[in-house]
């Protein structure tokens, strides 16, 4: 149960890194005029893309120095 909690932690601070990261770029100029509500769905479906890549290599560098 507790590495449960603890994969819910690692992904729940990817997620907020990646939020912070994707915050650098400029997505309004990749966007068409008026899709604000499409461009916001696209940053959050990027930033959870990116927590979950990010998670799953932390949590594999975990596993295999704790061996």
Same mark, same amino acid.
């Given at each position: 149960? @507790? ?10 601070? $990817?997620?907020? @890194? ?6 650098? @770029? ?15 769905? @696209?940053?959050?479906?990027?930033? $959870? $893309? ?18």
């Amino acid at each position: 149960m @507790l590495d449960f909690y603890i994969r819910v932690i690692i992904f729940f601070i $990817c997620f907020l @890194l990646s939020f912070y990261a994707l915050s650098a @770029l400029d997505f309004n100029r990749f966007l068409k005029q008026g899709k604000i509500v499409q461009g916001q769905i @696209l940053y959050f479906i990027l930033a $959870c $893309c990116m927590a979950y890549l990010m998670g799953n290599f932390f949590i594999a560098l975990i596993y295999f120095y704790n061996k």
